[in-house]
């Protein structure tokens, strides 16, 4: 069987993946800056990474994972300060909102959401190590890593470090490779921040926004883990600075594998919200998408491939979904059949491939294309003769497998089913009572809600239109 491989970006190489603990796997997730919704370039990064979670464990791993949530930086306390409401206010609402999206695009929860304000005394003690260790200076009440103490910064990035002019400093979190010098990782108050600071022994200010992974990813998963991640934009500054500031002060190696996603695109530039050519979940919901078909196209692409969204790539996911689930009814519902070699060898044929496909480096692309190549193949074969008790069973586990990393087939939608099937009944009832105006409102309602019946001899069944 082929060993897992990721692509690492700090030796541009694909690698085997080995945990340092046997079984578990421990990861760190860059996660929201929560000044406003997130959109769908976000999430095309949450969902690559919920895939690398979801196969982590179909291999058998256990996952750790972490991810911070952002909620003072720059931006943050900007629009805070526009919208005329406390930092708190302003990002509690849209954390809120990140996580009914993360439900709403069956994204599994991590195992920590560590909110950064809730983490200054972890990053003050972070802070104070390093300006023991010489890493870290004050000036002019903040502090600011320099990294001329550290020979391996730039390393991540692959940047040439020769000309770099000693001593120039940046103060803003985010900044353009051109302007590589020493950071802030504590802000000094000053006007522009108002009301949000802490007095701590570093003084009066709040925290870059850099030192936050450091100092969380320290706290949940240790000195030293498995696998970091981010959208491709993360590389330069942020995980550069987070790899001079852990190994600043822990002499150790920070992380094994660094995984980075490309981004989504539109008409050839990313989605951004500074751009302001942005969707998020929300806006493509109220347009009558569904989330599940957003979720399949973020992953379909291979993670370190652009993806251009369209909506022409929207409606073929819907499609693509519909395809697998009705799938799953048609087999679900198959008449009785004898023993088939050929099913039982394109189950074992669709496994081999999808797990060597998502072996290399995550190539969702070409796991796709075995899983349908095995509903073709499975449809075929029930057309033709029907399915054994068997091969059934077979054929279903094999699905839910896959969907256990896919998580668009078995989609728990809460509450749903019961209602639904609580409908179903009142409409046989009415339509035993010859009320078959009540029982067509009950369909026609629920068609309205983007639900089908359908009337089979072993019952009503329903599914849901994408
Ligand atoms: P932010 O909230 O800006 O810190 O971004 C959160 C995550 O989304 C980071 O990992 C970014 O790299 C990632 N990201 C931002 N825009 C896009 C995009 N258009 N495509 C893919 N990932 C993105
Ligand atoms: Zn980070």
Same mark, same amino acid.
Request: charged fraction near 30%; hydrophobic fraction near 35%; aromatic fraction near 10%.
């Given at each position: 069987?082929?060993?897992?491989?990721?692509?690492?970006?700090?030796?541009?190489?694909?690698?085997?993946?080995?945990?340092?603990?046997?079984?578990?796997?421990?990861?760190?997730?860059?996660?929201?800056?929560?000044?406003?919704?997130?959109?769908?370039?976000?999430?095309?990064?949450?969902?690559?990474?919920?895939?690398?979670?979801?196969?982590?464990?179909?291999?058998?791993?256990?996952?750790?994972?972490?991810?911070?949530?952002?909620?003072?930086?720059?931006?943050?306390?900007?629009?805070?300060?526009?919208?005329?409401?406390?930092?708190?206010?302003?990002?509690?609402?849209?954390?809120?909102?990140?996580?009914?999206?993360?439900?709403?695009?069956?994204?599994?929860?991590?195992?920590?959401?560590?909110?950064?304000?809730?983490?200054?005394?972890?990053?003050?003690?972070?802070?104070?190590?390093?300006?023991?260790?010489?890493?870290?200076?004050?000036?002019?009440?903040?502090?600011?890593?320099?990294?001329?103490?550290?020979?391996?910064?730039?390393?991540?990035?692959?940047?040439?470090?020769?000309?770099?002019?000693?001593?120039?400093?940046?103060?803003?979190?985010?900044?353009?490779?051109?302007?590589?010098?020493?950071?802030?990782?504590?802000?000094?108050?000053?006007?522009?921040?108002?009301?949000?600071?802490?007095?701590?022994?570093?003084?009066?200010?709040?925290?870059?926004?850099?030192?936050?992974?450091?100092?969380?990813?320290?706290?949940?998963?240790?000195?030293?883990?498995?696998?970091?991640?981010?959208?491709?934009?993360?590389?330069?500054?942020?995980?550069?600075?987070?790899?001079?500031? $852990? &190994?600043?002060?822990?002499?150790? !190696?920070?992380?094994?594998?660094? /995984?980075?996603?490309?981004?989504?695109? @539109? %008409?050839?530039?990313?989605?951004?919200?500074?751009?302001?050519?942005?969707?998020?979940?929300?806006?493509?919901?109220?347009?009558?998408?569904?989330?599940?078909?957003?979720?399949?196209?973020?992953?379909?692409?291979?993670?370190?491939?652009?993806?251009?969204?369209? $909506? &022409?790539?929207?409606?073929?996911? !819907?499609?693509?979904?519909?395809? /697998?689930?009705?799938?799953?009814?048609? @087999? %679900?519902?198959?008449?009785?059949?004898?023993?088939?070699?050929?099913?039982?060898?394109?189950?074992?044929?669709?496994?081999?491939?999808?797990?060597?496909?998502?072996?290399?480096?995550?190539?969702?692309?070409?796991?796709?294309?075995?899983?349908?190549?095995?509903?073709? &193949?499975?449809?075929?074969?029930?057309?033709?003769?029907?399915?054994?008790?068997?091969?059934?069973?077979?054929?279903?586990?094999?699905?839910?497998?896959?969907?256990?990393?896919?998580?668009?087939?078995?989609?728990?939608?809460?509450?749903?089913?019961?209602?639904?099937?609580?409908?179903?009944?009142?409409?046989?009832?009415?339509?035993?009572?010859?009320?078959?105006?009540?029982?067509?409102?009950?369909?026609?309602?629920?068609?309205?809600?983007?639900?089908?019946?359908?009337?089979?001899?072993?019952?009503?069944?329903?599914?849901?239109?994408?």
């Amino acid at each position: 069987m082929m060993a897992l491989r990721f692509y690492n970006t700090m030796s541009r190489r694909l690698e085997e993946f080995e945990p340092i603990e046997p079984g578990h796997v421990r990861m760190y997730t860059c996660g929201p800056t929560v000044y406003g919704p997130a959109h769908i370039g976000n999430f095309r990064a949450y969902i690559f990474e919920d895939i690398l979670r979801r196969y982590l464990k179909y291999k058998g791993y256990r996952v750790t994972q972490v991810m911070n949530l952002t909620d003072i930086d720059d931006k943050t306390i900007r629009d805070s300060q526009e919208a005329g409401i406390t930092l708190q206010e302003h990002t509690r609402k849209f954390i809120e909102m990140f996580f009914h999206d993360l439900d709403r695009l069956n994204i599994e929860r991590a195992e920590y959401y560590p909110a950064a304000t809730e983490h200054i005394p972890e990053m003050v003690d972070f802070i104070q190590k390093l300006i023991e260790r010489g890493n870290a200076y004050g000036s002019g009440g903040s502090v600011y890593y320099k990294i001329s103490t550290f020979p391996r910064y730039g390393a991540l990035s692959h940047m040439d470090m020769t000309g770099l002019k000693a001593g120039a400093r940046v103060d803003s979190d985010e900044y353009e490779k051109e302007s590589v010098s020493d950071f802030a990782v504590w802000k000094g108050w000053s006007e522009r921040d108002g009301n949000v600071f802490w007095n701590t022994p570093l003084g009066k200010g709040r925290p870059g926004w850099h030192i936050e992974c450091s100092a969380m990813s320290m706290k949940y998963l240790g000195e030293q883990f498995d696998i970091h991640t981010g959208g491709v934009d993360n590389i330069f500054p942020h995980h550069e600075n987070e790899i001079a500031q $852990s &190994e600043g002060v822990t002499g150790k !190696k920070f992380v094994n594998y660094w /995984l980075h996603n490309a981004h989504l695109i @539109v %008409e050839s530039k990313k989605m951004s919200k500074s751009e302001g050519n942005f969707y998020t979940v929300g806006a493509l919901v109220e347009m009558g998408h569904n989330p599940i078909a957003i979720r399949y196209l973020l992953m379909a692409t291979h993670y370190r491939q652009q993806l251009n969204f369209t $909506s &022409e790539a929207l409606e073929a996911s !819907k499609k693509a979904i519909t395809r /697998l689930r009705d799938f799953r009814t048609n @087999v %679900e519902d198959a008449r009785p059949g004898p023993d088939s070699d050929t099913a039982k060898w394109t189950v074992a044929r669709a496994v081999e491939g999808f797990e060597a496909a998502l072996d290399d480096d995550l190539n969702m692309s070409q796991a796709l294309a075995a899983a349908f190549d095995f509903v073709r &193949e499975v449809n075929a074969v029930v057309a033709e003769q029907g399915l054994s008790e068997a091969d059934k069973k077979a054929v279903l586990n094999a699905l839910r497998r896959f969907d256990s990393v896919l998580g668009v087939v078995y989609v728990k939608e809460a509450g749903i089913d019961q209602r639904i099937d609580t409908l179903i009944r009142e409409r046989n009832e009415a339509k035993k009572a010859r009320d078959f105006k009540t029982a067509d409102k009950i369909r026609s309602d629920l068609l309205d809600e983007g639900i089908i019946l359908e009337d089979t001899p072993v019952g009503t069944k329903w599914k849901r239109k994408v």
